[in-house]
């Protein structure tokens, strides 16, 4: 009788997985970073904003955090050399040579965390790829207020995003 139950249970997991080509939906999961990553980005200089995207894929929904700041700078240039030298005494290294427009960052004190800074006047607008459309709808407007209100050129975007390991 036991070997019956464990065949009929290896079976309907056979049937399972092949039923949904092998995702992991049974057990969906979340990505993100530490709130406490978040709380100290916020320290980088005034939030205008804050807000997420969200991308699901194969059980896993990874949501990258987003806030948008003023670190007091004078031009895109300005605002992005000060965002990243606050960012660079936190223990924040660029994963490539900083780019002019975006600069992808990580830290040793959170594992598996990167950020990415960018002007706002270049930032395109994450999206979830038609996941959660009512937040990309959001997310849209929100950023379409703030270009229009930031006519100075001086406030960055800091996405924030935990890579799950491969």
């Known amino acids: 009788m036991r070997t019956g139950l464990v065949s ?20 969906p999961s979340e990505s993100r970073v ?9 320290g ?17 929904t990874e949501i990258t955090d987003i806030l948008v ?6 031009s895109f240039r300005d605002a992005l050399d000060r965002a990243l030298g606050i960012l660079r005494a936190r223990g924040w290294k660029a994963e490539n040579p900083p780019n002019l ?10 594992v598996n965390a990167y950020i990415a800074v960018e002007p706002l006047m270049s930032y395109d607008v994450a999206t979830s790829d038609g996941f959660n459309e009512p937040l990309d709808a959001s997310n849209m407007i929100l950023f ?15 996405e924030a995003e935990r890579r799950t390991a491969t």
């Open 69 to 74: 700041v003023d670190v007091g700078g004078s």
């Open 8 to 27: 009929a249970a290896v079976a309907f997991a056979l049937v399972a997985s092949l039923a949904t080509g092998c995702r992991s939906g049974f057990l």
């Open 34 to 42: 530490a709130p406490e990553l978040i709380a100290d980005l916020r």
């Open 144 to 158: 379409k207020r703030l270009s229009e209100q930031n006519t100075s050129g001086h406030l960055v975007v800091l």
């Open 101 to 110: 427009w975006r600069t992808h960052l990580k830290s040793d004190t959170w």
């Open 44 to 60: 980088t200089g005034r939030v205008l904003a804050a807000t997420t995207t969200e991308w699901y894929w194969d059980g896993l």
